[in-house]
């Protein structure tokens, strides 16, 4: 079984990498068959279900394309006035069209393209030129919103909205609502509805609930299909109200009720091409999209990391997640480090022929030399000079129109600034310009820790404009190099500023007790600017299991203490044992702490 | 594993990545929930990776858009529809249709996603509607179709319990899909199930692979060195060659011959015919491609 995801898919060749994949299974006979195929890891909760109703723009509807009997029979179902008539703008191409002002009304819905699209700098630019550009959105404040949108919509979010989505098993589930929208937020199905009948098409788009667009939805599914289809959901353009409610998750095709769940397609040998059966494609001879040269000499990477995801706006919002990695990060190798003066913690500018961005250097044995790797997830909102999406070249594959985001000639430089620190505030707001930090969610508020060339005066006259009438305190020692003040109203800490050298600054943790106070206390107080706890037991080391959190130093004391495998850890601190997410870590860790005793070992008997 | 559901709850599924994990909310009345993985659901379990865990740390309205806004005023829904309706009337009667655009998201659900494709393609005339799954599995979907004439997955979860070799290509499925990856740790443990990574870095799941190949970006060759490799020793299935794809394009296969030069010979490559074993041995594939 081969499984595959954006290394293969995000690239200029990404079609003919899914093809190369899918001809070894071809050739051996291991597609259809229980344990065997290839299999696409999707990165989105409903990636299938858009793919399904056609919502790419070189697909109809329905799995069905654009010839003259496809358009004819999808436009007699809708009762269509203006279908159609040939393939629409790809993404890249789409927001290409915006910015030569070809395209002059754009709808964004639900996704962040100021942040994830290739370019965003200039897809961001691009968004300003529109003569009417709408966002819906559930958030009050995206990279995407800051370009400025004619009409902003609040949609209802996770929770709240009702519908249902495919995973990558073909398998349809319902996401149900379990909270109350929230404000005058509503469902993107009934906004575009609303807008319809507002054009004149209200008896196309009179629907009650979303229901009766899943009926519609299964029933274009069905209509004259005969089995020349894939994509089958018969069985579902009947559902009744109370059994979409009740709706189990189950795979698709689903052409008649009588019709038992299809786990595996393709095991009986027939292909939905014209002669029935699969196609070999034959590859063209892998190059780079553009090679590395003299002024972009690395090959940048874009990624994930494990507990953040896309750009933030949902997962930015839990404590438990920030603490994995906290900071806009660019990894690179030991070697290219030393050769550049490179330091773990610092900073690099990465530098290509499209943008640039300040990320925090982690040195990493893993990463090949002359490669670095980037995630994707940070943007203005969130942090300061850490939009990756701007850094990536706009080249696609030319049968997918996928963007070709893992292999960016790049620059990579050293860079310094005057001061370091980190603020606590209980909202999220920009810090003085020249300073690069990311926000991190704590209980009651943000943490991020930041590197600047400003005065401390100007920083924390800009984080003093931001809560007006609060007590302030400070304590400063110039000849250490150390300014820390914090704004109090009623009592309860408003925000916190420490700033100075790398040296003498605690890890902003220091503060968490003081930070949850309703009213600090006289040895809070005391504390408060002390660098130091109050409290006797105080970890500020990463957090290794986000569940649990449970953080790296505990986890060297279970190991100290006897603990010497994953499971013995799981056993003690739970680490490890819900989602397993941590576990490749958990292992390095115990690892290493192996190998020290070896090290130890093998000192004490040669000695 | 989370700890058994018992408290009443609404089966839902988790709005993150497509492993479509299937998760209970427990409202607790104060616009929070209490979350779980639901046992019931195939596609988990009961299992949650980091972020569907945390996801009660993400139901405050702190950040949400709370009324529609014009021209970065509040306004009603109806004023806001008004503007919507009318600026797109105005741009197709004045541009034409290809002058509007909708830019959508695999975030949002199956009849949000129906409703826009069908005002679009139907109503406004244009298929300038596309998503940002575009930027996700586009290639996959031009994949799937070029091999198989429809974008079909063939498989399902259940083939990673079953199968004896998980070849994991440009995925970091520790970190990206963290359930599914565990469900392969599993069948690893339970049956020997061996896990190759095939990738240009260093990652949590290649760390932890049987075998790791560590390739240059531009890779296609390797997979088309496996294929060669599978004729060579002789587990390329002829049959479904011939019965399966037409004669016209199993004769076209000119890397075949060319990626075949490039591998070192061994004489694992005459390894047993693994026709009558389901997979080829490690070992073999390790030699060979190394």
Redesign the interface.
Known sequence: ???????????W????????????H???????K????????????????????????????A?MG?SAEEIDR??RF?G?????R???????A??E??AQG??????????N?AV??PRADHVRAALRKL??L?VS?????TDTIGA????????A???E???????????????????PP????????W??????K??G?GA??D?PG?IA??R??AALSAFENNGS???DLGALAVLGDADYDSL??R?WPMPSLSSSEK????AD?H?????G????????K???AETPDAVFPF?L?T???????HTM???G?????AS?MPDPFV?VNPEDASKLGLAGDGFAQVRTGHGSAVLRVII?????PG?I?AAIHWNDETAARARVGALVHAIT?P?????D???IPAALTPISFAAHGFVLMR?RTPLASDTVFAWN?IEGGYAARFATNESFTALFEALAGQSRYAERTGYNDPSRGIFRAALIRREKLQAVLFYGRVKELPPWSCLADAWRLERLDSTARRFLLSGRTASARFDASPTIC??FGVKLRAIHETIADGACSTEAIGKRLKAG?????????L??IVARAAARVRETADAYQSA | ??APTKAP????????????C?IV???DSL?G?AIAGDE????NFG?????????G????????????????VRAT?DA??????????Q?VE??G????????????????????????????????????????????????C?????????????????????????????????????R??RAREAHGARIITI??????????ADLAL?LR?????C??A??SL??TMG???T???S????KA??R????RAESRRTLPRSPKNAAPRARTS?LFSISSLRQSVS
């Open positions: 079984m081969t499984l595959y995801s954006q290394g293969v898919n995000q690239s060749l990404g079609t003919d990498k899914v093809n190369a994949i899918i001809n070894c071809l050739a051996t006979g291991r597609i259809g229980p344990g065997a195929g290839p299999f696409s890891l999707t990165g989105q909760p409903n990636a299938m279900g858009g793919r399904e109703v056609g919502g790419l723009a070189n697909q109809l509807a799995h654009f999808v436009r809708w269509a006035p203006r279908m159609a040939r393939e629409g703008l790809k993404t890249v789409l927001f069209a915006v070809d395209i002059k009304a754009l709808w964004i819905m639900g996704t393209p994830s699209l003569d009417l709408i959105d559930s958030a009050r404040a400025g949108p004619h009409v902003l919509l609040p949609v979010a996770w929770g909205k009702d519908g249902t989505v495919t995973n990558s098993e073909r398998r349809i589930s319902r996401q149900r609502s379990f909270l929230a404000g005058e937020a509503k469902p993107d199905w906004a575009v509805s609303e807008t319809a507002r054009m098409f196309a788009f629907y979303p667009i899943f519609e939805h289809r894939d994509f189990t998750p795979q786990k595996r397609i393709f040998g292909f939905f091409t014209p002669s059966r699969a196609r070999f494609v034959a590859t063209l892998p190059l780079l090959l990477n990624g994930r990391v494990r507990d953040q995801w706006t949902r997962t919002l839990s404590p438990k997640l994995h990894e990493n044995a893993a990463q090949v490669r790797f594959d049968h997918s129109g996928q963007p985001s893992k292999a909202e969610a986000a569940c044992s819900n989602c397993g997410s941590c576990l490749p870590e292992r390095r | 594993m989370n709850g609404v089966r839902t599924v988790c709005p993150y990545c497509g492993v479509g299937g909310a427990t409202p616009g929930a019931a659901h195939p596609a299992r949650l990776c980091s972020k569907g865990s945390a996801l740390e993400t139901l405050s309205l702190e950040t949400r858009l709370l009324h529609p806004m014009v021209d970065g829904w806001a529809l008004e503007r919507i309706a009318k600026g797109l009337r741009t004045r541009h249709p290809d002058a509007v655009a909708f830019y959508l998201s695999g975030q949002l659900l199956t009849e949000d996603y129906y409703v826009a494709n069908k005002l679009m393609k139907g109503f406004i005339g244009s298929s300038n509607v596309d998503t940002n799954s575009r930027l996700c599995m586009s290639s996959s979907v031009a994949g799937h070029r091999a198989f004439g429809s974008d079909t997955v063939p498989g399902c979860y259940e083939d990673l319990d079953e199968a004896d070799l998980l070849v994991l290509v440009g995925s970091n499925a520790a970190w990206c899909h963290p359930v599914l990856y565990q392969m740790v990738d240009v870095r260093g990652t949590a799941t290649t760390e932890n560590t970006p531009a890779w296609t060759p997979c088309s496996v294929f599978t004729w587990i390329l299935s049959a479904p060659l019965a399966r794809t037409p394009l199993t076209r296969l000119p890397e389901p």
